[in-house]
């Protein structure tokens, strides 16, 4: 701890990697057995959220008739460059974009439909910053 201390860390995850590439080859319900059994337990979530957090990283869903895709950017992106991950041409002649928060939708409403109905769905222009977790429709 005093080498991290010293380096001015902020996060120290202590994880095996042998056990998390083991963990990663199991089937889940096996994966959660043996970490029973051995009173272990996998640091990959916390090692992915942290690494998230420290790198200043967000997620943002787009969702279509057909599919949902999970997007991932900087936080405080601007609605037309969180638009240029997906295409570079949905960034030059982005105009404005519909959203949906997803932590106002997910507990709440069952549908699109009821999102735009209960007034959750809005529309944002260029100067939008993206929040973690916005569905763009």
């Known amino acids: 701890m005093e080498w991290v201390k010293a380096r001015g860390a902020d996060q120290v995850i202590p994880f095996c990697a042998s056990l998390e590439q083991n963990l990663m080859a199991m089937e ?10 051995n009173e272990v337990q996998s640091m990959m979530s916390r090692i992915i959220t942290t690494g ?6 967000i997620h943002f869903m787009t969702a279509g ?5 999970c997007w991932t950017i900087r936080d405080g992106c601007k ?11 949905m960034k030059n002649g982005f105009i404005c974009a519909e959203v949906m928060a997803f ?13 735009r109905e209960a007034g ?6 260029r100067n939008y910053t993206m929040a973690d977790g916005d569905i763009v429709v």
């Open 28 to 37: 889940p319900e096996a994966a959660a057995a043996y970490c029973a059994e």
């Open 52 to 57: 998230y957090h420290e790198l200043h990283l």
């Open 65 to 69: 008739s057909d599919e949902v895709r």
């Open 79 to 89: 609605a037309p460059d969180a638009a240029g991950c997906i295409h570079s041409d």
């Open 103 to 115: 932590r106002m939708t997910s507990k709440r409403l069952e549908s699109e439909a009821a999102a």
């Open 120 to 125: 959750l769905r809005r529309q944002e222009g």
